[in-house]
Nanobody, 124 residues
Framework: QVQLVESGGGLVQPGGSLRLSCSAS????????IGWFRQAPGKEREGVSC????????YYADSVKGRFSASRDYAKNTVYLQMNDLKPEGTAVYYC?????????????????WGKGTLVTVSA
């Protein structure tokens, strides 16, 4: 069964850090770019970051640039999103997905697979 599974969410204080993981089962992530999205309560889903398949080139939304960092571990078939200096507006469900045509069309292009998300709450 092909699926993506996010983990690592939780409650963190403003200024704190979390590392999210996106693991795949049923297929290899080696040939897929991975996009991270988030959706806050009452708001539209927004793209956060994308990491390419081949060279691990990364892209970030302006709102998280300098604070978030995406990486991938090919041996573990996992992609990570390190989130530092989290802000209350970062409270959202975070999803990973596979952009069909890579990061070039992210975040508006089609996604082949989606995870079910992990909740991040940034609150004092």
């Amino acid at each position: 069964q092909v699926q993506l599974v996010e983990s690592g969410g939780g409650l963190v204080q403003p200024g704190g850090s979390l590392r999210l993981s996106c693991s795949a089962s049923g297929f290899s992530l080696d040939y897929y770019a991975i996009g991270w999205f988030r959706q806050a309560p009452g708001k539209e889903r927004e793209g956060v970051s994308c990491i390419s398949s081949s060279y691990g080139t990364t892209y970030y939304a302006d709102s998280v640039k300098g604070r978030f960092s995406a990486s991938r571990d090919y041996a573990k078939n996992t992609v990570y999103l390190q989130m530092n200096d989290l802000k209350p507006e970062g409270t959202a469900v975070y999803y990973c997905a596979t952009p069909r045509y890579g990061c070039h069309t992210y975040p508006r292009g089609e996604m082949d697979y989606w995870g079910k998300g992990t909740l991040v709450t940034v609150s004092a």
